[in-house]
Structures are given as C-alpha cells and as structure tokens.
C-alpha cells in the first residue's frame, strides 16, 4: 500500500497461529489457538512524532508532564500518549481522510503480526540482543547477552525488520491495543476483541526502558487508558472505509 498522510502500512495475510507463551511462565499469557479470517493492513513503523504533528499540531501532550523527547528526532516514536489522546488523533485522522479509516490493532493482530510466523520467544529466534531491537540490555536475562542501554527511544526503522516487513515489534516504544486486559481462554476462537468494558488496556512489544522480557512477542502488560508513559506509543491498522 502506498503511502497515506506520510505513513506506510504492511499487508498481513489471514491465518491461524497459537497466541500466548508458548514456555507456559505466566497464567495471563496461555496458549491458545487464534483464526484471524481477514487480511489487514498494520502500519510498518510505530507512528513519528512528525505523523502525529502533521495531525495534532506541535503543541506539547500534556504539559504538565512533558516527554522528556518531545522535538529531539520527528522520526521518534510519538510517545507520553494515553489511550484517549489516541481516540482523538484517530477521530481527525479519519475525517481527513476520504478512501481510507485508521484504528489500533487489536491485541491478537498485533501478536500475529509480531510473530510473523515464528513460535520463538522473539520473531527473530531465542534470544534478542541489541542489534536487532532497542531495549535495555543492561538487564541480564535468558534472552539476551549484555548489551547496550540507550536511554532513549531511537527513530523508527532503526533496526532490522521481522520476516514480514514490520519494524520496532520489539522494543523502542510500547503500543496500545485496543483491547481491555483480560485473562485468554483456552478455547479456540476467531477475531478475538478483547471484552466490552474494564479497567485497563493492553500494551505491546516493551520499550527502550524495559529489559528483553519484556519485549517478547507473547508478553502482555496493562495500563490505564487515561495514563500515558515516556515509553508508550502505537501503530496503526488501516482499512479500505465502506
């Protein structure tokens, strides 16, 4: 797909995969298996601090508590954005917008996506180190060697892409879904949402300040949709609108 409002999205073909932890550590990440019944565009990076300008303006998010990153690199992740402050982007994106509606992905598109066919804790095998994502390698763990800590976020693309084409899966920011947190069934399901309603939201793929765990393609972490994080950004999926 070409490029749309200065962003690029990746084509991902329907399939059946198994989402969750396939080492069994954790009870909110069980296996289970997952039928996504329709192709889907997902963006190729997380969205930049210049995509979300173009948008949004260049006023500072919450002032209060600025990014610490805010106008370093407009190829940044955008980042210190709740949930809600999302909505709002999207509901401009969308009027601007004539052929084409944006939304986040839901949490088992995301996975898929981030999978991109493998059943390893990372879509690029076992272990991660930090030639292949950004993330502090400074903590120790049996993911990775000792490596590198940045402190800080660094532009998208940066690193090498997953087997589909789809950058910074792994590390740089974490992503918003839109699911609310909830525990998985074991049962086999089909476009699976997430519940109605509930306390909290699901983010994706750990960040730049979170150690290689963190970053696994099954890891789940929750969040309050009106809080934001100096480690917190998105991605979009795109859609043909009826």
Known sequence: MEPILGMEFIKIKKGSFHMGDY?????????????????????????????????????????????????????????????????????????????????????????????????TPFSYGAVLDDSLANYNANINSKYTKKGTFLGSPTPVGSYPPNQWGLFDMHGNVWEWVSDWYAPYTTNKVTNPTGPLEGQEKVIRGGSWYFGAANAKSSNRRTHEPNLWGFSIGFRLICERKI
Request: charged share 25%; aromatic share 12%; glycine share 4%.
């Open 23 to 119: 080492e069994k550590l954790k009870d909110s990440e069980l296996l289970h298996e997952v039928n996504i019944t329709n192709d889907y565009w997902l963006g190729r990076t997380e969205v930049t601090q210049a995509q979300w300008q173009k948008i949004m303006g260049d006023k500072t998010l919450h002032p209060e508590k600025p990014s610490p990153f805010h106008n370093v690199n407009p190829d940044f992740p955008i980042i210190s954005v709740s949930f809600y402050d999302i909505e709002l982007f999207l509901t401009r994106l969308n009027d601007l917008s004539t052929e084409f509606q944006f939304r986040l992905p839901t949490e088992a598109e995301w996975e898929y996506a981030c999978r991109a066919g493998t059943k």
